[in-house]
């Protein structure tokens, strides 16, 4: 989660709050709801072809990303339980965040579809099945979470669907780029601040595809970039399949084959 209390800090606050289960009740519900936003999304602005209703949907789902982000700080600040390290827009989901937002503000340009789906489906959509996260709901932590991650996540596919968006293999290394950008830029951050930004400093709490990497930092760093490529390549494969197939049809039709 992108306002991240320290360990001992979450540790304190666990024993009085209802306890997260993965799969539970209350993480199944939002998921259902997550889809059923989507279907109703769609439906009322006609897969993106009713402008006035596409704008609205972009609009409000941009909007409340950016209420969620501003109003959890604001809250974490007063109750005096969130550090200004601990503050800092440097969680891979803040980057996401912020570049869906943009997405949906300008309807969805390609130079910032294309990260927004590698990273807001390679890992929004991971932190949505595998919640790295102490608190159930009704804690506002539990809604923020998936304010946040589950909003990254409907706006990807919502611009997708009505953008008829799909990338190209120059997208996986435009993503990739900035991935590294990222990775640069929060190991410093992590290095001055002491916070786990970006699961750089060691692995999550939560049980999730990165538990299973090495316990040795160095090794577990160089393997987080394996796993982000091909992470990047499986969310392109689908469509680098649609195209071999789209080319053997082509060839198929033209005269003497």
Same mark, same amino acid.
């Given at each position: 989660?992108?306002?991240?209390?320290?360990?001992?800090?979450?540790?304190?606050?666990?024993?009085?709050?209802?306890?997260?289960?993965?799969?539970?009740?209350?993480?199944?519900?939002?998921?259902?709801?997550?889809?059923?936003?989507?279907?109703?999304?769609?439906?009322?602005?006609?897969?993106?072809?009713?402008?006035?209703?596409?704008?609205?949907?972009?609009?409000?789902?941009?909007?409340? %990303?950016?209420?969620?982000?501003?109003?959890?700080?604001?809250?974490?600040?007063?109750?005096?339980?969130?550090?200004?390290?601990?503050?800092?827009?440097?969680?891979?989901?803040?980057?996401?965040?912020?570049?869906?937002?943009?997405? %949906?503000?300008?309807?969805?340009?390609?130079?910032? %579809?294309?990260?927004?789906?590698?990273?807001?489906?390679?890992?929004?959509?991971?932190?949505?099945?595998?919640?790295? %996260?102490?608190?159930?709901?009704?804690?506002?932590?539990?809604?923020?979470?998936?304010?946040?991650?589950?909003?990254?996540?409907?706006?990807?596919?919502?611009?997708?669907?009505?953008?008829?968006?799909?990338?190209?293999?120059?997208?996986?290394?435009?993503?990739?780029?900035?991935?590294?950008?990222?990775?640069?830029?929060?190991?410093?951050?992590?290095?001055?601040?002491?916070?786990?930004?970006?699961?750089?400093?060691?692995?999550?709490?939560?049980?999730?595809?990165?538990?299973?990497?090495?316990?040795?930092?160095?090794?577990?760093?160089?393997?987080?970039?394996?796993?982000?490529?091909?992470?990047?390549?499986?969310?392109?494969?689908?469509?680098?399949?649609?195209?071999?197939?789209?080319?053997?049809?082509?060839?198929?039709?033209?005269?003497?084959?």
């Amino acid at each position: 989660m992108r306002f991240g209390l320290s360990a001992e800090r979450r540790q304190t606050l666990i024993v009085t709050e209802p306890s997260f289960q993965a799969f539970g009740l209350s993480h199944v519900f939002v998921m259902l709801i997550m889809a059923g936003s989507l279907l109703l999304g769609l439906t009322v602005s006609r897969n993106g072809t009713r402008p006035r209703a596409d704008m609205a949907i972009r609009g409000s789902l941009a909007t409340l %990303l950016i209420l969620n982000f501003i109003g959890y700080g604001v809250r974490q600040c007063l109750r005096g339980t969130l550090r200004w390290q601990e503050a800092l827009p440097f969680q891979l989901c803040d980057w996401t965040m912020i570049v869906v937002t943009i997405a %949906l503000l300008n309807g969805g340009r390609q130079h910032w %579809l294309e990260p927004a789906y590698f990273w807001g489906i390679g890992g929004s959509l991971q932190a949505v099945i595998t919640p790295n %996260l102490q608190f159930d709901f009704p804690d506002l932590r539990f809604l923020s979470f998936f304010i946040d991650h589950g909003g990254i996540v409907l706006g990807v596919v919502y611009l997708m669907i009505t953008r008829r968006f799909r990338p190209a293999f120059a997208s996986v290394w435009w993503t990739l780029l900035w991935s590294e950008i990222y990775f640069a830029v929060t190991l410093l951050v992590d290095r001055i601040t002491g916070v786990n930004y970006g699961f750089l400093l060691h692995k999550p709490e939560a049980a999730s595809l990165l538990s299973l990497l090495s316990d040795s930092r160095p090794l577990y760093l160089l393997q987080m970039q394996g796993v982000a490529i091909v992470f990047f390549l499986l969310l392109y494969l689908p469509f680098a399949i649609a195209d071999l197939m789209g080319s053997k049809k082509v060839e198929k039709q033209e005269p003497g084959n």
